[in-house]
Structures are given as structure tokens and as C-alpha cells.
């Protein structure tokens, strides 16, 4: 893992079930301000900030503020990450797939 990676935990911050709703509300929209997004979870505004500022953290999350208030929007380049390492294992389970139909085709 090169040092830009280890500043950013993208793991670690979507291990979390928050925010990774928190991800896919985003996903859902172009943009949204902080006080839109808080009555969907059962949490204050300050613990929502907090998370939010994880995934901002991890490059997930973009954020810009209009007047007095931050809009936030999903930044889903860092998933690509994820993405890459997820599908080694994708074609692991493929091939041990492959390999155990072949098996039992021959019994």
C-alpha cells in the first residue's frame, strides 16, 4: 500500500453500516446539505458530521459550502479500490466453481 493509501482508509471507512448508508444516500443524489441527511439516520446532526468527515477523510465524499451551509456528494473513484481487490477473489471462486462442477459431472 503506497503512502497516499494509507492516508486515506477506504476500507475502514466503509466497514461501517452508517456510512455506508450514508454512501448510498448519496449515491441517490447529486448533492445534498447535512440537514437533509440527518433525519434519515437515528443519530444528532454532530454524529452524522463525524461520519460524514470519515468518508470526506477516505476521498468519498466531496463537500462545498452554499451560503452557510455544506453540501455534500459521493466521490465514488476511491471505491475502484475495493472494486480491484474484490474481484481477485471473484475469479478465485470462479475458477474453485468451475473446477467442482467438473468434479461432479464426472461421479
Known amino acids: ?11 475502514g471507512a466503509i466497514a461501517d453500516p452508517t ?6 444516500l448519496l449515491a441517490e443524489s447529486e448533492e445534498l446539505p447535512l440537514h437533509e ?11 452524522v458530521s463525524k461520519h460524514l468527515a470519515i468518508l470526506k477523510n477516505a476521498g468519498l465524499v466531496v463537500d462545498r459550502k452554499v451560503g452557510r ?7 465514488a ?14 475469479k478465485f ?10 468434479l461432479l459431472e464426472e461421479e
Do not use: C, H
Request: glycine content about 2%.
Open 93 to 102: 471462486w470462479t475458477d474453485r466453481m468451475v473446477i467442482l462442477r467438473s
Open 37 to 47: 441527511i440527518t433525519p434519515q439516520f437515528q443519530m444528532g446532526r454532530t454524529a
Open 1 to 11: 500500500m503506497n503512502e497516499k493509501n494509507q492516508e486515506r482508509d477506504v476500507y
Open 77 to 90: 473513484a476511491p471505491l475502484k479500490e475495493i472494486k480491484d481487490w474484490v474481484s481477485f477473489y471473484e
Open 19 to 24: 456510512r455506508r448508508k450514508l454512501l448510498s
Open 69 to 75: 451551509e455544506t453540501r455534500y456528494r459521493l466521490n
